[in-house]
């Protein structure tokens, strides 16, 4: 497996790897999305679900309250301290059969304390992708949409016996912010 550099993003883009597609780093007043060098910084859309234990719910990946969570639209988020919220990104990704991508967090949230769950994105997947944040301070901490979140990170390989898309993924074509499946 290697790393993939932007040429190779671009190109695999017109394909309809990512859409929309950004060909150039935005960096100018906001923070940082589109093609980098080695990767692709995606943008969170406005649509959020604040986690919000009111009913005191344990969080289950099995069996979360979809109630636990205040859905909000907007272009900024404040995320209550100690908490998390749910995003999903702007761009719809289809991932080629031979590709794997990694999503991780930048750098800029991570220096205020804003964390992004490290997640796959499997040979064969397709949809938004459905991000998780933490604030693991006791401050409230804010997010903003239409910017960077996180960096795709991609690597190219041989395609796998079983890709995403063939086992019919629990994931695969979700358009909104997706809670957990069994």
Known sequence: MS???????RE???QG????????LVR????SYGLSSFGYDLRAAREWKIFANVFHTIADPKGLDPKSFVDYEGDEVIIPPNS?????SMEYIRMP?????IAIGKSTYARVGIVANITPLEPGWEGHVTLEFSNTTPLPAKMYAGEGVVQLVFFEGERPEVTYRDR?????????????RI
């Open 3 to 9: 790393v993939k550099p932007d040429w190779w993003i």
């Open 12 to 14: 695999k883009a017109k």
């Open 17 to 24: 790897m990512i859409e929309p597609f950004e060909e150039r």
């Open 28 to 31: 100018d007043g906001v923070i």
């Open 84 to 88: 998390f919220v749910l995003a999903r």
């Open 97 to 101: 059969d031979n590709v794997l991508a």
């Open 168 to 180: 019919k993924g629990k994931y695969q074509g979700q358009t909104g912010i997706t809670l957990p």
